[in-house]
């Protein structure tokens, strides 16, 4: 069973800067694409970032291209997404997502999905 856990959210002031991890267990990364969705209040689960089963390719919503950047590690299991110059409109529950495919990318929508971790922006 593919279980995926996010940590890293919280409150940060505008202008201001955090890292998410995504730990997976149940299965081994390397063969997947991993990303990372969010979902803001009375909104729908919107597309963040994505990162190639190499990590050679990556994609960002036009909302965040520029400030966040995502990385993955396949020998630790685990993609982060750092988040520079932080927004209020950046405030949303961020999930980690993996490809149920392999060589698969997760913009598709067909994913396993972590339960979330709160990022909240103030002004």
């Known amino acids: 069973q593919v279980q995926l856990v996010e940590s890293g959210g919280g409150l940060v002031q505008a202008g201001g800067s955090l890292r998410l991890s995504c730990a997976a267990s149940g299965r081994t990364i390397s063969r997947y694409g991993m990303g990372w969705f969010r979902q803001a209040p009375g909104k729908e689960r919107e597309f963040v970032s994505d990162i190639s089963w190499s990590g050679s390719s990556t994609f960002y919503s036009d909302s965040v291209k520029g400030r966040f950047t995502i990385s993955r590690d396949n020998a630790k299991n685990t993609v982060d997404l750092h988040m520079n110059s932080l927004k209020p409109e950046d405030t949303a529950v961020y999930y980690c997502?993996?490809?149920?495919?392999?060589?698969?990318?997760?913009?598709?929508?067909?994913?396993?999905w972590g339960q979330g971790t709160q990022v909240t922006v103030s002004s």
């Open positions: 997502a993996t490809s149920t495919a392999t060589y698969s990318t997760t913009r598709f929508g067909n994913n396993y």
